[in-house]
């Protein structure tokens, strides 16, 4: 693939690998190993408040933008 231009070699200290799978019927899949950049990035997780619980706090309103998720999110 290389040779023919479809991929290129980089030098970035944020590159991950091509491996090449096999997949349960004989065929090949090409993934990209990302375990070295999962090793040094942080995630962040934020609960999701419960839908019912933020359409309650905004159900009184006559206008709703999606500035007032922010709100009902606040609020919790």
């Known amino acids: 693939m290389k040779t023919m231009g ?3 070699e980089s030098r970035s200290p944020w590159r991950s690998q091509v491996v ?3 997949k ?3 065929s090949i899949k090409l ?4 375990h070295k950049v999962n090793k040094v990035v ?3 997780t934020f609960l999701m408040p419960q839908v019912d619980n933020m359409l309650e706090k905004v159900s009184q309103d006559k206008y709703i933008s999606t500035l007032d998720s922010t709100r009902a999110i606040g609020k919790s």
Do not use: A, L, S
């Open 42 to 44: 942080t995630f962040n």
């Open 24 to 26: 349960t019927n004989g």
């Open 31 to 34: 993934c990209i190993d990302y």
């Open 20 to 22: 090449v799978v096999p």
């Open 6 to 8: 479809i991929i290129e």
